[in-house]
């Protein structure tokens, strides 16, 4: 019965789209468009359509309505203003590593904008300051900016997005020094809903501004940022630890890890993540420590004491230290260089924002642990989990308040992501690989109080997350909600994780 009920209105909806599509023209308009601007515009059918819908997570597969590469603001106002005339959907893809491939609009049917020819970047030399295109991946802006000795706080991959990070948060490791990338940003270039063309900063905009600083993908396609951009330092260093643990002991030595971030007078300069991987037996967890050091390596040491005291002797220990641009080559693997194609995965992510305030206790840190040592041991994805410092003395992060920009969390400790992917990265993507990692946060939740007021991060996006209004944005998320009747009052900008009209 339900079946039936059901299947009419989609049936009508197929019909009318179908009708839109072939009749009105959705494509006859968009050539147009194409043809007024010369924006090239790629249809289903077109011979290029599955490479350029191709997500960086291939455990999706969405057919958007079109995918335009527009190469100014302008062409892109006219194609938001013809997507309204025909109600039509539209999104914006960057650098397209969204987690859940938010930027080919998080299902079918949407007109993406690519803003792959929007990658200019221009630094100002007297002013520190530099306007960053959307459309640039971080590797090329590292290389942009460092020719000027500068820098900006962001994520290691090369080929992640300025768009979806400047938008939604960027977290690296200068960013308890400098930061997340949204708060380098001083205004944002934006087209809007209803196609206007404008500038959103602490004096234009400022509502638009604010959100645009943690939710920017549903207040409009931002074309270019003005940054304030940091020194670059003269020597920076990339060191990592590494252990072998029963699961008793990976639950001290993350234990002792979150006193360190706790208590330790920690400076800015210093970045550090445990890294956990799989044990080399059933029972056993690896745990790393990795990180940066942007200031003489002889102060590293010392810095590090009060941990590596509660720690045994490592198997290996590396210590890399260079200028900036050598750490964040090393950082990006070894090249930051964007030329060739970028790769895929398979996979499913979530995370979890601890609270300064209320830190895991020991029985939570050690039913973890059990789940990593045995379930995380026979799964048959691969996968690697890190517990990011964002908190802890002198952090730029916690700095800034939490009404600030819409980024929902000043005040975390850890931003843990748990990261798996389906075997040989191809899919398809096992049931059992949500599973695990359903059952590995789930052992911490369920071991802290019911009201822990934990968070999730939104740019390690998660399409299963059924609170995520409240876990990415908490109590900023009624302003959103009132700013999107605002700017986006029939939800252009819609997608799975997209604020609600
Ligand atoms: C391999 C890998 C490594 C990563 N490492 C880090 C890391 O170290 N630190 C970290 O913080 N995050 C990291 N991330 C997460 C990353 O920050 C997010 O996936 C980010 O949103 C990607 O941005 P993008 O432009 O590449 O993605 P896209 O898929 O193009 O866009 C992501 C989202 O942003 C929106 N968006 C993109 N451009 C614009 C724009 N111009 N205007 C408005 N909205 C826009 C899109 O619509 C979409 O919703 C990593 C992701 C991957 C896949
Ligand atoms: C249109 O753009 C293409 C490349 O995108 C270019 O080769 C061509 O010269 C352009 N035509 C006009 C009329 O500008
Ligand atoms: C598991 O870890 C413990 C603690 O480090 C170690 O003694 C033991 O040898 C490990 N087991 C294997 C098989 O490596
Ligand atoms: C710091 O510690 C490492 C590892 O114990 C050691 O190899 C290195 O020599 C030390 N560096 C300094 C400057 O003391
Ligand atoms: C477009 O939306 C903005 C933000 O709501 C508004 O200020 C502006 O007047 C609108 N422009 C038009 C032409 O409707």
Not at 236 to 256: H, K, R, V
Not at 320 to 325: F, H, S
Request: include cysteine; charged fraction near 15%; hydrophobic fraction near 40%.
């Amino acid at each position: 019965m339900l079946k039936v009920v059901f299947k009419i209105p989609l049936l009508v909806l197929l019909v009318l789209l179908v009708l839109l599509v072939e009749g009105q023209g959705l494509d006859g308009q968009l050539s147009g468009i194409g043809k007024q601007f010369n924006v090239s515009i790629i249809l289903p059918g077109s011979p290029q359509y599955a490479a350029v819908t191709q997500p960086f997570n291939l455990r999706f597969n969405f057919n958007p309505a079109a995918v335009a590469f527009p190469t100014h603001a302008q062409e892109i106002s006219a194609i938001v203003k013809l997507a309204n005339r025909v109600n039509y959907q539209v999104v914006a893809r960057s650098g397209g590593h969204s987690y859940v491939a938010n930027g080919l609009g998080g299902k079918n049917g949407v007109i993406v904008v690519d803003l792959r020819s929007f990658q200019k970047v221009e630094v100002d030399d007297r002013a520190g300051t530099a306007v960053i295109e959307m459309g640039t991946r971080l590797g090329d802006i590292v290389t942009s900016l460092a020719a000027h000795g500068r820098a900006l706080p962001h994520g290691t991959c090369a080929y992640v997005g300025i768009g979806g990070h400047a938008t939604y948060g960027g977290y690296g490791f200068t960013s308890r020094l400098w930061g997340l990338t949204i708060d380098a940003v001083l205004s944002f270039d934006v087209v809007l809903a209803n196609g206007t063309v404008t500038t959103a900063s602490s004096k234009v905009n400022p509502d638009l501004f604010w959100a645009m600083r943690g939710a920017g993908g549903s207040f409009g396609i931002a074309t270019a940022i003005t940054v304030k951009t940091f020194l670059a330092p003269p020597t920076a260093t990339i060191f990592s630890y590494n252990w072998q643990f029963t699961a008793a002991g990976a639950a001290d030595a993350l234990g002792a890890f979150q006193t360190f971030g706790l208590t330790a007078n920690l400076p800015g300069e210093i970045a550090a993540e445990i890294v956990i991987t799989r044990g080399n037996a059933q029972g056993n967890v690896t745990i790393g420590l990795a990180g940066g050091w942007y200031r003489p390596v002889s102060q590293l040491n010392v810095t590090l004491k009060p941990f590596l005291d509660r720690m045994p002797p490592p198997r290996t220990i590396t210590f890399d230290t260079g200028d900036y641009l050598h750490s964040a080559i090393n950082l990006a693997g070894g090249s930051l260089d964007t030329s060739a194609p970028p790769g895929t995965d398979t996979f499913y992510a979530k995370s979890l924002m601890t609270p300064q305030s209320v830190p895991m206790t020991q029985k939570a840190l050690l039913s973890l642990m059990n789940v990593i040592a045995n379930e995380g041991f026979t799964t048959p994805v691969g996968w690697f989990f890190q517990v990011e410092l964002f908190g802890g003395k002198n952090s730029a992060i916690n700095a800034v308040k939490r009404e600030e920009t819409s980024f929902g969390h000043r005040d975390t400790l850890f931003t843990i992501q748990f990261y798996a992917s389906a075997p040989g990265n191809r899919p398809p993507y096992p049931r059992s690989g949500f599973t695990f990692l359903d059952n590995v946060v789930n052992s911490v939740v369920n071991a802290m109080p019911t009201d822990w007021p934990y968070g999730t991060y939104v740019n390690y996006v998660d399409d299963r997350l059924d609170d995520w209004q409240k876990r990415y944005y908490g109590s900023n998320y009624a302003r959103l909600r009132r700013l999107k009747g605002t700017y986006d009052p029939r939800g252009l900008f819609s997608f799975p994780t997209s604020i609600q009209v």
